[in-house]
């Protein structure tokens, strides 16, 4: 049974840092698409990056480029994402994502993947 478990999220000022975790249990890791998306209250989810071949090729939503890094570590079974700079508009609660693919495109179509974590919330105050 897959399971992803996110952690991480938390209340911040404007130009703060975040860390997002997303520890993966049944799940083979490393070959497959991941990603991490989030859903402001009153807006439809987006998506936020991915890793989304067997090379690991990344994507980025245009508004977190520059800004945001996704990351993996398959040892730990652990999807990562540092947050820099962070603006209030990049509050909303943050959720990782796998697909059973490995290689997903469009990478940031979220009805690609079909497991979800329960979702951490990210608050940035200005």
């Known amino acids: 049974q897959v399971q992803l478990v996110d952690s991480g999220g938390g209340s911040v000022q404007a130009g703060g840092s975040l860390r997002l975790s997303c520890a993966a249990s049944g799940y083979t890791f490393s070959r497959k698409c991941m990603g991490w998306f989030r859903q402001a209250p009153g807006k439809e989810r987006e998506g936020v990056a991915a890793?989304?071949?067997?090379?690991?090729?990344?994507a980025y939503a245009d508004s977190v480029r520059g800004r945001f890094t996704i990351s993996r570590d398959g040892a730990k079974n652990t999807l990562y994402l540092q947050m820099n700079s962070l603006k209030p508009e990049d509050t909303a609660l943050y959720y990782c994502a796998a697909a059973m693919d490995e290689y997903c495109v469009p990478p940031l179509a979220s009805q690609l993947y079909g497991y979800w974590g329960q979702g951490t919330q990210v608050t940035v105050s200005s």
């Open positions: 890793i989304y071949s067997v090379g690991g090729s990344i």
